[in-house]
């Protein structure tokens, strides 16, 4: 897909996820249809970043729950490490629109204006263009929700509580989703990442700071979010939490992948 000045093509299509619209359809379609997570209303999700081969069925928990709310959510705040370029604070780029195979999803300007007026937000395009971590994620949104826009912020050198104030910013109300990406423990044993990854992902129920980037590359971002929904009152729910030994690929070093709900503290499973 050929780049303009006001879009930022796909950098990972065909290799994280096919390239090909129909295919890709059908991959996020079967992920989909395979999860069955219970019924929840989410103001925030956590959600892996891989390849759809490997955390795609992961990711599906938590995007099968935004199916009932396609007409609701108006605005996702996405927000997720910066893998390959470093950056202080949060980088917004300057394009109007992000490519996938599905189609464009158009940035809100005026939300990314206003997160631009906090000191740790500025404008950083080269830790967007060749970043996976929030690509990965648009395909499952434009599949399962109708009309929204978008607010992508990579995450470098920054306190959980520069990403809390972010989220802060642009809680809103129903409309807004918030969305953190992240993966969890990298290139364990089959057997020692269950075991770190579950310690990880009872630290998150109990809404619990993670300590370093060992237990997730999204740590920052992540501790912003459990900041904010202390304060907002929100209520974790584990939905999914395996590794690539369990999803594909061998068992001998694997990644290991959440999916996380937060919503109102008074909403239960069901």
């Given at each position: 897909?050929?780049?303009?000045?006001?879009?930022?093509?796909?950098a990972?299509?065909?290799?994280?996820?096919?390239?090909?619209?129909?295919?890709?359809?059908?991959?996020?379609?079967?992920?989909?249809?395979?999860?069955?997570?219970?019924?929840?209303?989410?103001?925030?999700?956590?959600?892996?970043?891989?390849?759809?081969?490997?955390?795609?069925?992961?990711?599906?928990?938590?995007?099968?729950?935004?199916?009932?709310l396609?007409?609701?959510?108006?605005?996702?705040?996405?927000?997720?490490?910066?893998?390959?370029?470093?950056?202080?604070?949060?980088?917004?780029?300057?394009?109007?629109?992000?490519?996938?195979?599905?189609?464009?999803?158009?940035?809100?300007?005026?939300?990314?204006?206003?997160?631009?007026?906090?000191?740790?937000?500025?404008?950083?395009?080269?830790?967007?263009?060749?970043?996976?971590?929030?690509?990965?994620?648009?395909?499952?949104?434009?599949?399962?929700?109708?009309?929204?826009?978008?607010?992508?912020?990579?995450?470098?050198?920054?306190s959980?509580?520069?990403?809390?104030?972010?989220?802060?910013?642009?809680?809103?109300?129903?409309?807004?989703?918030?969305?953190?990406?992240?993966?969890?423990?990298?290139?364990?044993?089959?057997?020692?990442?269950?075991?770190?990854?579950?310690?990880?992902a009872?630290?998150?129920?109990?809404?619990?700071?993670?300590?370093?980037h060992?237990?997730?590359?999204?740590?920052?971002?992540?501790?912003?979010?459990?900041?904010?929904?202390?304060?907002?009152?929100?209520?974790?729910?584990?939905?999914?939490?395996?590794?690539?030994?369990?999803?594909?690929?061998?068992?001998?070093?694997?990644?290991?992948?959440?999916?996380?709900?937060?919503?109102?503290?008074?909403?239960?499973?069901?």
């Open positions: 897909m050929p780049a303009t000045a006001a879009t930022r093509p796909p990972v299509a065909g290799m994280f996820y096919p390239g090909e619209a129909d295919a890709l359809r059908a991959e996020i379609g079967a992920c989909l249809a395979a999860a069955h997570p219970p019924r929840l209303t989410p103001k925030a999700l956590i959600v892996p970043h891989a390849g759809y081969i490997y955390s795609g069925p992961v990711a599906a928990h938590a995007y099968a729950l935004l199916v009932p396609a007409e609701r959510i108006r605005r996702v705040v996405l927000i997720g490490p910066a893998h390959r370029v470093a950056l202080p604070g949060l980088g917004l780029p300057s394009v109007d629109a992000f490519a996938t195979p599905l189609g464009t999803v158009t940035l809100d300007r005026l939300a990314c204006a206003q997160a631009l007026a906090l000191p740790q937000v500025h404008i950083d395009d080269l830790s967007h263009l060749p970043e996976h971590a929030l690509e990965v994620q648009l395909p499952f949104l434009q599949s399962v929700l109708s009309e929204f826009t978008l607010v992508p912020f990579t995450v470098g050198y920054a959980a509580e520069a990403v809390a104030a972010v989220i802060e910013a642009l809680w809103g109300g129903c409309e807004t989703l918030i969305i953190v990406s992240s993966d969890l423990s990298h290139y364990h044993s089959y057997r020692d990442a269950q075991r770190f990854d579950r310690e990880t009872d630290s998150l129920c109990r809404l619990q700071l993670l300590t370093d060992e237990q997730a590359c999204g740590a920052t971002p992540i501790n912003g979010l459990i900041l904010a929904a202390r304060r907002r009152g929100l209520k974790p729910h584990l939905l999914d939490l395996r590794n690539s030994g369990d999803t594909a690929g061998d068992r001998a070093r694997v990644v290991g992948y959440i999916a996380m709900a937060f919503t109102a503290g008074e909403e239960d499973d069901a």
